[in-house]
Nanobody
Framework: QVQLVESGGGLVQAGGSLRLSCAAS????????IGWYRQAPGKSRELVAF???????NYTDSVKGRFTISTHNIKTPVYLQMNSLKPEDTAVYYC???????????????WGQGTQVTVSS
């Protein structure tokens, strides 16, 4: 089993910053990539960024240059540093333990509980 616990959400004004944390633990956790997803009201869940074993990272276009994901180290949480936040970044953010298939991230059943991020204009 894999356990994921997020923290670090909150309310921030546009242009501000937040850092989310995903503490990952469990059986063979080191083989998993860790992805950050978000889900805004009325929208489907989208992959924001992921970090793979070995250190590679990837971002969705809308957050490139603003968000930074730390590399996956079983000794420390995976962080998502979010800068220059916009109201459209408002969502519940989830971390997931996933797998890479042909360099594409595939989510698994292992999800954290989610943390709310609200960006006011």
């Amino acid at each position: 089993q894999v356990q994921l616990v997020e923290s670090g959400g909150g309310l921030v004004q546009a242009g501000g910053s937040l850092r989310l944390s995903c503490a990952a633990s469990g059986y063979m956790i080191s083989i998993y990539a860790i992805g950050w997803y978000r889900q805004a009201p009325g929208k489907s869940r989208e992959l924001v960024a992921f970090t793979a074993p070995g250190g590679s990272t990837n971002y969705t276009d809308s957050v490139k240059g603003r968000f930074t994901i730390s590399t996956h180290n079983i000794k420390t949480p995976v962080y998502l540093q979010m800068n220059s936040l916009k109201p459209e970044d408002t969502a519940v953010y989830y971390c997931n333990a996933g797998l890479l298939v042909d360099r594409e991230y595939r989510s698994t059943k292992y999800w954290g509980q989610g943390t709310q991020v609200t960006v006011s204009s």
